[in-house]
């Protein structure tokens, strides 16, 4: 028994040798260090002779006379003289070929930012054993030296261009709109409080800062960071143009290119729908954008950008660059989606008033109502029969022969021929003449309701179907000139004949007719 506890207590004790010299020869194997100065061992190298000439031209010699401690990426003669053909080489790209990082590849999976003397970043990455920067293979690592170690490359590595930088060149669409985007608040921090308005809101003696809402809200393009990069997928401009150009020959009419296609629609509309679909953290491959939609409970997606928000992406991504702080793909082929302007616009009628208070309501500031009595606006809770089951609604007193006009600003709108469907209450009305931009399209009584007990005839010679108490009604507009919100304005004419009196707007549709 006593030689079984033995046995087994020197195997245990031979199995913490051997997996201590594992350990230690991973974690604690040193490269070899040479006592010599690296520069010294760069200027023995004839391969690296161009280098060394322009290195002593703009006395980055100097640099290695301190104890600072510096990886150099030499680019060999013949890289230098490639290079020299089309361009000279400054200190620029000197700068950016220097750190004072010691890099050791073995360490490294995947990407890394490095930081240059140029203060740029660069790329490096390690990928199945064969490192790179920017792309670059190292041909050779040398051993530590005193102060430094240097790699060599066949090539010379251009200085990138940051994000902003790529878009000024490749997508000023989206640089104008990141530019729109400055703007000036209060920094907090460095602001004192000094007291308080008549509303109870501090008051400060404020300094101000000038910052960027894309940046905040997305990613600060304009800046390099070590650990934080993100990857962008926007159509370059020549295909964002031919996007738009398709867009405009589908919308026909006065549209026939891009030009056509207002930068207002493009800046509310499609960049913020191609910058939720195509901002993302981290630097991403090609293959980590999913090709298969994976199925939720209520939607699809297969990727999560940069806010968090499950999306669907259905692009393949293309022509990287890979950046100083991310990685840019342009879409392989891009094609603007009907539904962000073919589809029907729609205007919710409790979007005309705001709450106060406990059942207290008020319009909105852009609302204009006039009218010789004054009657209380509400929005109500609809379950099941309203649009987004809810309304907006005002009761006159029965009988009212006052006036009463609301007048308000829709959704934005192509100009084009729309039929609008009015969706309103059967019960509560009068007779409407309803105006956009300053002309009347249509006048309606709602006693119609009742003389076709609801089942009333639309434009098209279908039948609204009531649900419930609510129902429809519309009639076709062919004036709209311009992009734009029109100006919408309800104009009570009288009681009419309907069951009860007053304004219900549950919602507003603009359907485009189809050339």
């Not at 660069?122 to 790699?151: C, H, M």
């Not at 953290?281 to 939720?296: A, C, G, R």
């Not at 393949?316 to 891009?334: C, T």
């Amino acid at each position: 028994m006593k030689s079984k506890i033995s046995i087994i207590i020197l195997a245990f004790a031979l199995s913490v040798i051997g997996c201590t010299e594992t350990w230690d020869e991973h974690y604690n194997k040193q490269p070899e260090t040479i006592n010599m100065n690296v520069w010294d061992a760069i200027k023995s190298k004839s391969e690296l002779s161009r280098f060394v000439e322009l290195m002593v031209k703009y006395k980055y010699d100097t640099l290695f006379l301190t104890n600072d401690t510096y990886t150099i990426f030499a680019p060999d003669n013949a890289a230098i003289e490639e290079l020299m053909k089309t361009e000279d080489i400054g200190t620029t790209i000197l700068n950016y070929h220097i750190s004072l990082h010691y890099i050791k590849p073995v360490d490294i999976q995947g990407k890394r930012k490095l930081q240059t003397l140029a203060e740029k970043y660069s790329t490096f990455e390690n990928i199945n054993g064969t490192p790179t920067v920017d792309g670059i293979v190292l041909k050779e690592e040398s051993p530590l030296y005193l102060n430094g170690k240097f790699f060599v490359l066949g090539k010379v590595a251009i200085p990138k261009l940051n994000l902003y930088e790529y878009f000024a060149q490749n997508t000023p669409y989206l640089k104008k709109y990141i530019d729109k985007k400055d703007s000036i608040i209060l920094d907090k921090e460095k602001s004192r409080p000094i007291g308080f308005d008549d509303n109870g809101n501090t008051v400060y003696d404020s300094v101000s800062i000038k910052v960027n809402l894309f940046e905040l809200m997305y990613f600060p393009v304009s800046e390099e960071y070590r650990n934080w990069t993100a990857t962008i997928v926007m159509p370059k401009k020549s295909k964002y143009e031919n996007g738009l150009t398709q867009m405009a020959q589908k919308l026909g009419g006065s549209f026939s290119d891009y030009t056509d296609i207002p930068v207002k629609w493009q800046e509310e509309v499609l960049i913020p729908h191609l910058i939720k679909h195509g901002v993302f953290l981290n630097m991403l491959e090609p293959n980590e954008f999913k090709d298969i939609s994976v199925l939720t409970k209520k939607k699809k997606y297969n990727m999560v950008n940069i806010q968090g928000d499950s999306i669907v992406c259905n692009y393949r991504p293309v022509d990287s660059y890979l950046s100083s702080n991310g990685v840019f793909y342009d879409y392989a082929n891009f094609a603007i989606p009907d539904s962000l302007f073919s589809g029907a616009e729609k205007f919710e009628g409790e979007w005309l008033a705001y709450q106060t208070g406990a059942n207290k309501f008020a319009w909105k500031k852009n609302v204009t109502v006039t009218s010789t009595t004054f009657f209380d606006v509400q929005k109500s809770l609809v379950k099941g029969q309203a649009s987004n089951d809810s309304i907006l609604i005002v009761n006159f007193s029965k009988g009212y022969k006052g006036t009463y006009k609301v007048q308000f600003k829709g959704s934005n709108l192509f100009p084009r021929k729309y039929r609008v469907v009015v969706s309103t209450h059967m019960d509560i009305g009068g007779i409407y003449d309803i105006y956009i931009n300053d002309q009347l399209v249509k006048t309606f009584d709602y006693y119609e309701y009742v003389r076709t007990r609801g089942l009333l005839k639309s434009v098209t010679g279908a039948t609204f179907i009531p649900k419930g108490r609510y129902n429809k009604f519309d009639f076709y507009i062919d004036n709209i000139t311009e992009y734009g919100r029109p100006n919408i304005r309800f104009d009570y004419k009288g009681p009419g004949s309907a069951p009860g009196n007053g304004l219900v707007i549950d919602l507003i549709e603009f359907i485009p007719e189809i050339n």
